[in-house]
T-cell receptor
């Protein structure tokens, strides 16, 4: 099925470990972004990309790296996990407004629940 | 810079009563506005969106929202609450242009409780 696929769905890390959260979309969307969700804070933007090879920081980028070598994939890397990175992570993709017509909107993955102990 | 404020982190209503969830936004350019619902331990589901067409937007599950530019608001309403509406609701804004391509800014969320 077309959409945004996130893996893994659950992960437990020890402090200091590194890992990569995977995100892939098959809708040929230009834009992709990563959010973290914490209680009482809504979802906050970590990093985003407007196309292959182009990324930029969002509201809470510290401790996370991204790259976008293809249109389809936008992995999020935790270099040295900390307990403060315990959260639920969502990846999203969208068309640019000019390409989408009435379909403009964001497609979200099902999320990755990460616990850092 | 865009921002969203959801008034009331918790809203409680009786079954059959009106649901009103408030959302105010700040944006330097014409915004695109969204309401999402999240049920416990699940992902985000789009309820409705405003993308500069009709200002009164109808969504799924009987919800609707009205874009009021003069009030910078996009409140979510439903005439009669059902028990199944109990969930967390998020308002979000996106801009096209400037430095805001493809980015959503979310409100803090409102947890809706429905009493029998």
């Amino acid at each position: 099925n077309a959409g945004v696929t996130q893996t893994p769905k659950f992960q437990v890390l020890k402090t200091g470990q590194s890992m990569t959260l995977q995100c892939a979309q098959d809708m040929n969307h230009e834009y992709m972004s990563w959010y973290r969700q914490d209680p009482g804070m809504g979802l906050r933007l970590i990093h985003y990309s407007v196309g292959a090879g182009i990324t930029d920081q969002g509201e809470v980028p510290n401790g996370y790296n991204v790259s976008r070598s293809t249109t389809e994939d936008f992995p999020l890397r935790l270099l040295s996990a900390a307990p403060s990175q315990t959260s639920v992570y969502f990846c999203a993709s969208s068309y640019s407004r000019g390409r989408s017509g009435g379909r403009y909107g964001y497609t979200f993955g099902s999320g990755t629940r990460l616990t850092v102990v | 810079a865009q921002s969203v404020t959801q008034l009331g982190s918790h809203v409680s209503v009786s079954e059959g009563a009106l649901v009103l969830l408030r959302c105010n936004y700040s944006s330097s350019v014409p915004p695109y506005l969204f309401w999402y619902v999240q049920y416990p331990n699940q992902g985000l589901q789009l309820l409705l969106k405003y993308t500069s067409a009709a200002t009164l937007v109808k969504g799924i599950n009987g919800f609707e929202a009205e874009f009021k530019k003069s009030e910078t608001s996009f409140h979510l309403t439903k005439p009669s609450a059902h028990m199944s509406d109990a969930a967390e609701y998020f308002c979000a804004v996106s801009e096209e242009g400037g430095t805001s391509y493809g980015k959503l800014t979310f409100g803090q969320g409102t947890i809706l409780t429905v009493h029998p």
